[in-house]
């Protein structure tokens, strides 16, 4: 239950107050005349194996990380809303903050905090006043504002939401490099130990404790270890495969710190050299990643049928073959990449072109099961306007560079 108090206050000292102002601020220019409704998680949305975790929309526009806070934003209004004191919950988990506090709107950065169990009333307060209600229909929450609005036409604020989560600022980019800075050294702990006999989970522990040693909360998503064949399957995580001599080794894993999530992927060989036949794939799948991180300037697009995938794809086919002498690009089998930001599939319009400070993940990979190999590879890039600059180069990529590192342990 440390956690998250330590998380308050690494998220506290490092995105400060003015900046959470300015997303609320631009929220409500987006809705002049509106009112807006958050809600953020509660203790119930927790369990002992999957501990309380902000809602990420609710964590952007207020930095609050304590259960069963809700947020209305209206033309010069403010309001955080808490729960009332709960002694015997705090037995449990320690002091939380509460309306009446003493110096509670400086704590929080908002005009006014109030008792949790008054937002309904505001809501009811400010429909009476005439204002259209905006609120996020993706939330879990959606229902209880429903209830609240007694009938009242709600209005979606996804779209709205995601463009501004979309662009990051200065310090969410520096954020950002931090845990992709962790990430790296996470599997580079995992490189030195690789070998043949050691099981996937093992290695799995190895990049935890690195994580760990950072101070960074969490895993960013269930880490991903797939050695030979387990390589096939996108989403394996699993992680109880032996490694075998001659195995390529899929490494899907990415640290979550201050909040801010990371996400990357490397492909390398479990005895220290590639076979001719990895290395010919290998080299096609980063020939396509280099050809979409050139790309990855405003205008481009991601998503299955996006430019940068299409990009990806058609280099794979101009390169190489698979046993029957088709052309490789059907065995990329997902879409080029995705946003990262407080999520690691971080909120985004599917159909919304790049632009300039947007930082996206670019992971074409090959699955072949007439083979038996699985090769992606995932970087983290920040779209500027002469291309995707690759946020995690400080870990090897290239297969000589890859082998070098591995027998120079
Ligand atoms: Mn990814």
Redesign the pocket.
């Known amino acids: 239950m440390f956690l998250v108090q330590v998380a308050i206050a690494l998220s506290a000292i490092l995105i400060s107050q003015e900046e959470f102002k300015q997303r609320r601020a631009r929220l409500q220019a987006a809705f002049p005349e509106a009112a807006i409704v958050l809600i953020g998680s509660t203790d119930q949305d927790a369990e002992p194996r999957r501990p309380f975790l902000q809602d990420a929309n609710f964590l952007y526009f207020t930095g609050w990380l304590e259960p069963g806070a809700v947020m209305i934003l209206a033309p010069g209004e403010d309001v955080l809303f808490l729960p009332a004191r709960n002694e015997r919950k705090e037995r449990y988990e320690g002091r939380r903050a509460a309306a009446g506090d003493v110096g509670i709107e400086g704590h929080t950065g908002f005009s006014k905090v109030a008792p949790a169990g008054s937002w309904e009333a505001e809501l009811q307060r400010q429909i009476t006043a005439g204002r259209k209600i905006y609120t996020s229909f993706s939330s879990r929450k959606l229902p209880l504002v429903q209830t609240a609005a007694a009938g009242a036409e709600l209005h979606d604020l996804t779209r709205e939401i995601a463009r501004l989560r979309m662009i990051k600022s200065a310090r969410e980019i520096e954020l950002l490099q931090r845990a992709i800075d962790v990430s790296i050294e996470m599997h580079l702990a995992a490189w030195r130990r690789v070998r043949p006999g050691l099981y996937e989970y093992q290695l799995e522990g190895t990049m935890f404790a690195a994580m760990k040693e950072q101070g960074c909360e969490r895993m960013a998503y269930q880490p991903i270890l797939a050695s030979g064949p387990n390589a096939l399957i996108l989403h394996y995580s699993a992680n109880r495969r032996r490694l075998e001599p001659g195995d390529l080794l899929l490494v899907?894993v990415g640290a979550e710190c201050a909040n801010y999530a990371s996400?990357l992927?490397r492909t390398i060989p479990v005895s220290g050299r590639f076979t001719d036949r990895q290395r010919e794939l290998y080299e096609i799948v980063l020939g396509a990643q280099n050809a979409a991180i050139e790309a990855a300037k405003p205008g481009a697009t991601l998503g299955p049928q996006g430019s940068l995938t299409n990009l990806a794809r058609e280099y794979m086919n101009a390169h190489g073959k698979d046993r029957q002498g088709e052309p490789l690009g059907k065995y990329f089998t997902h879409g080029i990449?995705?946003h990262v930001g407080l999520e690691?599939h971080d909120l985004w319009n599917s159909d919304a072109p790049l632009e300039a400070g947007m930082v996206v993940?670019i992971?074409p990979g090959l699955y072949i099961p007439d083979e038996g190999i699985g090769i992606r590879i995932?970087d983290m890039v920040l779209v500027t306007p002469q291309g995707g600059r690759i946020l995690s180069r400080k870990l090897p990529r290239g297969t000589k560079e890859i082998e070098r590192w591995l027998n120079a342990r």
């Open positions: 899907d996400d992927t990449g995705h690691v993940t992971e995932e």
